[in-house]
């Protein structure tokens, strides 16, 4: 493998790992940290002059109980490469990862995906659902703010809410 092929993909994975840290770490699993990073995807550019990467033709991504699929994903990272804005495009683009203290899974589907880092926000565009467990939010527009554990849903059409009641074992 030549030198710049080498440097390329230590680049990309330093990317990738990254942007997976920064949108799955309040709620995931932490040992997800800690497994090898599996990325996959027709195309890849990575442009260290304005500090964006872009995967393009089934993105496959996975680390440890963590999975995204999309059609393409943008990331546009800060000056130290970390990222600032995620953004992930699919029909529908696809994220799941299970949870800290036996909580289960939450999954995600929209067709679009922003993970703005800042704000540590979610955000589903067009056909947006957000499951976990048996609970489900559906609408075109969802935001959802991990920090604040709040959710926000709107848009054209209705947002439909279903919660079911904890289980007594």
Known sequence: MSPERRVFGH????????????????????????QP?????D????????????????VQVEQGSMSLRADHVTVYHRPDRQPRLIIA????????????????????FARRMEYDADKDALVLIGDGLLIQGEDRLTGEHIIYERAQGRFRAGGSGR????LNPDQQR
Do not use: K
């Open 11 to 34: 680049i990309q994975r330093r990317l990738l790992a990254g942007m997976l840290f920064v949108w799955s770490h309040s709620q995931a699993l932490e040992s997800d940290a800690q």
């Open 89 to 108: 495009i699919g029909q529908p683009a696809s994220y799941r990862q299970l949870l800290d203290d036996q909580r289960g899974e939450v999954q995600a």
């Open 43 to 58: 195309e890849v550019e990575v442009r260290e002059a304005d500090n964006t990467s872009i995967y393009a033709g089934h």
């Open 37 to 41: 990073l599996l990325i996959e995807a």
């Open 159 to 162: 947002v439909r809410i279903r």
